[in-house]
């Protein structure tokens, strides 16, 4: 091997053969110091990680290396022992640090020389790699945290606002009245923009009654079905309604469907609301593999506008909508509540003849 390459002539490590392979075929970098301590081999690679030049290393000191590097091969020789991932941290200048994790070898026998091989593989990008790793876990966690908090607003503002516009009503010239209404405004714009980059947190399951909860979530879209004069027509037949669940969020995810069916129907519509328990056999087909199949079904039905065919395969698509004004995370997060709580969401629609969201449950034998 040449000095050109890195390597200074050498039968010592010309006799190791593996050095060559070291050299040619890894992207760690090689450092040969002989029995005196003096630097016999500099590879490429370990010249570039130490911003070093081979020719004016090669015969000298090993003490001309970086002091950390340096200190771990005299350790070496001292002891005649192997040091194994060691983790070294280097300043190469004022801005910019270094981390090699370095192995030391001890090569040969007696009476033959004896050579002290380092090593060099650069962690930094690794390590920054695991910084960024860690970092983004922690924006996960405020981000479901962030998600949690906005639901519970978003659920919350249902009946502030309710309230605060029945209010206004009644005194149609309260400054105050028209100012509230300005600032909820705001506060649900800016739990729109939390949404947009947060999804919900996990639910905290326990027994809780589909009706109850379909009940409640009337109530919070009441004010919206009044405006628009639409009938509802609550058909609850299923006989066991016992769920493994967290209230609070499949509230959201049904006053979503329902919010989304008010809107979607003019004045006069009709509401359906119905639940029944399904035989197995009566289930769709890609419910009945695997696993126990769910046997509560929960339908919402509209009058209203439908969906067209070429959206219903995308419905449910993070940031995909038809509304003007949508964000697109609706329906996306529904479904992701409904996974959560085992259960499958499915939708049905045509054109001006309403939609039908189905959502299937698999209900506790026993509170």
Same mark, same amino acid.
């Given at each position: 091997?040449?000095q050109?390459?890195?390597?200074a002539?050498?039968?010592?490590i ?7 392979v ?6 760690c ?14 590879s490429?690679e370990a ?15 090993h ?11 005299h350790?070496a020789l ?5 040091f ?6 280097l ?10 994790r370095?192995?030391?070898l ?8 004896r050579l002290?091989l ?22 996960a ?15 919350a503002?249902?009946a ?26 705001r ?11 947060a999804?919900?947190?996990r639910?905290?399951l ?6 109850e ?5 009337l109530?919070?879209?009441?004010h ?19 769920v493994?669940?967290?209230?609070y ?11 989304n069916?008010?809107e979607?129907?003019?004045v006069?519509g ?7 328990s399904?035989?197995?056999e ?16 929960? &339908?919402?039905s509209?009058? $209203?506008? !439908? ?6 395969? @995308?419905? %449910? =698509?993070?940031?995909? &909508?038809?509304k003007?004004? $949508?964000? !697109? ?6 479904? @992701?509540? %409904? =996974? ?10 045509e054109?001006n003849?309403?939609?039908?969201? @189905?959502? %299937? ?7």
């Amino acid at each position: 091997m040449s000095q050109e390459h890195g390597f200074a002539p050498n039968q010592a490590i010309e006799g190791l053969g593996f050095l060559g392979v070291l050299n040619d075929c890894l992207a760690c970098g090689v450092v040969c110091v002989d029995e005196q301590g003096h630097i016999t081999c500099l590879s490429p690679e370990a010249a570039s990680l130490l911003r070093m030049h081979p020719q004016r290393l090669v015969g000298k000191p090993h003490e001309l290396l970086p002091a950390p590097l340096a200190s771990l091969i005299h350790d070496a020789l001292v002891a005649d022992k192997p040091f194994r991932d060691h983790d070294l941290e280097l300043r190469l200048d004022d801005m910019e640090t270094m981390v090699l994790r370095v192995n030391v070898l001890r090569l040969g026998t007696p009476p033959q020389p004896r050579l002290t091989l380092a090593i060099l593989n650069d962690l930094t990008s690794a390590r920054r790699l695991e910084f960024d790793i860690s970092r983004l876990d922690r924006l996960a966690n405020i981000g479901a945290l962030s998600a949690s908090m906005a639901h519970e607003i978003k659920n919350a503002l249902v009946a502030v606002k309710t309230f605060t516009e029945l209010t206004v009503a009644q005194s149609p010239g309260a400054d105050l009245g028209d100012v509230a209404q300005r600032e909820l405004k705001r506060i649900e714009s800016i739990v729109g923009q939390m949404l947009k980059f947060a999804g919900p947190s996990r639910p905290k399951l326990a027994p809780v009654r589909i009706h109850e909860v379909l009940d409640h979530s009337l109530r919070l879209a009441q004010h919206q079905m009044s405006q628009k004069a639409i009938r509802l027509r609550r058909d609850y037949q299923a006989a066991a309604d016992w769920v493994n669940g967290d209230d609070y969020q499949l509230e959201q995810a049904f006053v979503n469907l329902i919010l989304n069916a008010v809107e979607a129907m003019g004045v006069g519509g009709t509401l359906t609301l119905h639940t029944c328990s399904l035989a197995p056999e009566e289930l769709p087909g890609a419910l009945r593999e695997g696993g126990p199949p769910p046997q509560l079904r929960v &339908t919402i039905s509209d009058t $209203g506008v !439908g969906i067209p065919a070429e959206n219903l395969s @995308r419905l %449910f =698509e993070p940031f995909f &909508t038809t509304k003007r004004e $949508g964000t !697109g995370l609706g329906l996306a997060i529904t479904r @992701r509540i %409904f =996974e959560e709580h085992h259960a499958a969401i499915s939708v049905e629609s045509e054109v001006n003849r309403g939609a039908s969201f @189905r959502v %299937f449950f698999t209900p506790l034998q026993r509170p």
